[in-house]
T-cell receptor, first 113, second 112 residues
Framework: NAGVTQTPKFRILKIGQSMTLQCTQDMNHNYMYWYRQDPGMGLKLIYYSVGAGITDKGEVPNGYNVSRSTTEDFPLRLELAAPSQTSVYFC????????????FGPGTRLTVT | QKEVEQDPGPLSVPEGAIVSLNCTYS??????FMWYRQYSRKGPELLMY????GNKEDGRFTAQVDKSSKYISLFIRDSQPSDSATYLC????????????FGRGTSLIVHP
């Protein structure tokens, strides 16, 4: 099992550009999550999904969009990138509800200049 | 007041020391209490969790929950340089989406 994979690992965007962060898991997990982590801060939930075709907003959804057409993939779209979106983005998945035994990807480091 | 408070550190200790990491919280509905370890430039990984209250031990690690004080702790005995990482606490309520609220993380440095 590869677990949770994310691409790209690093990216530099100019203000106003758009991009998609890819996330794929091979564990057949229904639940998937996108977090951002700013230096010295905890994880902030952007969007999550409880299954294919079902997504919902987290704590900081503005400036982002998601889709979930398959169980495996949960891409995060940034439209009109802003410097405030400079962060490290983590995708995670989990098998069940209850304890958050989240399997995290390695992260995407995004800089917007 | 934030829902989960955690001192970001850094906390620097000599090898072999007992380390105490702590979080406080304000939401009395929290039932799941988790500790994650995050190495530099890696994603977090679940280290331990407890449900409701009490202690849980796993090797050199002990997690404690005091719901009356809304206070949780992670103790690391005989700390090793390989324990150097950021430790994040996280908590969630039962029911609903079970989505946890994370603390800021405490940076731990264990020097030889």
């Amino acid at each position: 099992n590869a677990g949770v994979t994310q691409t790209p690992k690093f990216r530099i965007l100019k203000i106003g550009q758009s991009m998609t962060l890819q996330c794929t898991q091979d564990m057949n997990h229904n639940y998937m999550y996108w977090y951002r982590q700013d230096p010295g801060m905890g994880l902030k939930l952007i969007y999550y999904s409880v299954g294919a075709g079902i997504t919902d907003k987290g704590e900081v959804p503005n400036g982002y969009n998601v889709s979930r057409s398959t169980t495996e993939d949960f891409p995060l779209r940034l439209e009109l990138a802003a410097p405030s979106q400079t962060s490290v983005y983590f995708c995670a998945s989990r098998r069940d509800r209850g304890v958050f035994e989240g399997y995290f990807g390695p992260g995407t480091r995004l800089t917007v200049t | 007041q934030k829902e989960v408070e955690q001192d970001p550190g850094p906390l620097s200790v000599p090898e072999g020391a007992i380390v105490s990491l702590n979080c406080t919280y304000s939401n009395s509905a929290f039932q799941y209490f988790m500790w994650y370890r995050q190495y530099s430039r890696k994603g977090p990984e679940l280290l331990m969790y407890t449900y409701s209250s009490g202690n849980k031990e796993d090797g050199r690690f002990t997690a404690q929950v005091d719901k009356s004080s809304k206070y949780i702790s992670l103790f690391i005995r005989d700390s090793q340089p390989s324990d150097s990482a950021t430790y994040l606490c996280a908590m969630s309520a039962s029911g609903g989406s079970y989505i946890p609220t994370f603390g800021r993380g405490t940076s731990l440095i264990v020097h030889p």
